[in-house]
């Protein structure tokens, strides 16, 4: 994912000269612990160690690795001529930065797409005792934006035989032309499919997504589109993803197709929705009438999930951010996070398909309680100093039928409020007065997440970072992921409730830096 229309005549200058300097570095700038301990510098959230960043790309698990590729521009704080930037881990938490991995070429920038191990060395670029790692990624040719023509995105390949520290781009790329001149036709996910024994692809065309077939990732074959009648269509579809999943507690399996949209998201600007149907190998097809949002809040954005994990986990990970204001955020060297790993399941509720989100279970290692207690009675405010960390995770169960407020306050009286509402059955966050805000108006306005629970006790999560908040309800049924920018850290929270409300299992944790280590 690009953004083209938002860069300015100066990248269109710049774009050849740029693309020669930018190839000379060999590794992007490694970290120091100064440079982490940068205001609003989230402590265990990914972002890079200078410059800007958007989609998260590439992401798949090789030789007990996690590799995360992303839209990179390494030469200014906003987006430009874009690369694959790249990093790895262990756990999915704490990361080492790579050298840059895809660099803009005469076929044009190198927007987002996805990576497969390809086993069955079906491509040729490995072998079968050593697979090669294939890159499939969507060229973006400015020159032909500029002069107008509408065939400016293709596909293209590349291919690592060194488990995605090097990269070999395919000779005869692109391996898609843009085959009726659609001005919006990229960002492919790919993956292997048993049943019909061959390389499927999804990728975007402007309001709906097509999926193309391959033997070998060089030769595709057009198969079918969907969702030009079905679905959010408030804006341009992007990032696609498409998987099967298990229904919790049930044999039944179902396929879960993830569509990216900006703007047109509940709380405007970027979101991520999802269908739930069935995939046959050629098309996709769904019962699906509502519009379904993996995350409410506004900072989630072109999220896609890892190839080849452990156990076929579904891992998901996406980019913190909203195009609404993602170019004026008031950091100074970098710009943007990714969230925090999720793990994606599906279950069924009243009798509805839904996906949720879980937070990665290793996040907990870096994670010290320092508070814990059974029940606490809201019938008077309860304040959590929270002034010893700027990062940290609580949670803690509610009665689903009483109301109760959270904030994040600071010194400043900057604060944020969280409140959960039984009379409109949703969740509603008021970041007006979180701190900086003044970089765009859109940024105070409300959020708003609809909610409905069967748990007599559901579960809240709020991990709090430098810059972020991520809410989880219900065992991650309903998420909402949002940035702030406070003055100074938030150093109290308050819980308040209707008469009979109570934190039940409350525990409060520290999580200390992934980067200062």
Sequence with gaps: MKRAFL???????????????????????????????????????????????????????????????????????????????????????????????LFPDEHGYIFSGSAVVDHKNSSGFGTAEKPALVAIFTYHLMEGEKAGRNDFQTQGIAYSNDNGQTWTKYEGNPVIKNPTSIRDFRDPKVFWHDESNQWIMALVAGDHAKFYSSPNLKEWTYLSEFGKTVGAHGGVWECPDLFKLKVEGEEEEKWVLLISINPGAPNGGSGTQYFIGDFDGNTFTTNQKDIKWLDYGTDNYAGVTYNNTPDDQRLFIGWMSNWNYAQKTPTKEWRSAMTIPRKLDLIKLKGDYLLKSVPMDALNKYATSMQKFEKENLDSIYTLDISKSTSHKTSFYIDPDKSISIELKNKANEKVVINYNTETSEFQIDRSKSGITDFEESFKDSMRMPVKTNNIRPKIELFVDRSSIELFFDDGNYVMTLQVFPTSPYDEMTFSGQQGQLLDHFEYSTIKSTWNE
């Design 7 to 101: 860069v300015s005549v100066l990248f269109f200058a710049v774009c050849a000269s740029c693309k020669k300097k930018v190839e000379k570095q060999a590794v992007s700038a490694q970290p120091t612990k100064k440079s982490y301990d940068e205001p609003h510098r989230n402590q265990f959230h990914f972002s890079p160690p200078e410059k800007w960043m958007n989609d998260p790309n590439g992401l798949v698990y090789n030789e007990g690795v996690y590799h995360l590729y992303y839209q990179y521009y390494p030469e200014d704080i906003v987006w430009g001529p874009m690369h694959w930037g790249h990093a790895t881990s262990k756990d999915l938490i704490q990361w080492d930065h790579q050298p840059i991995a």
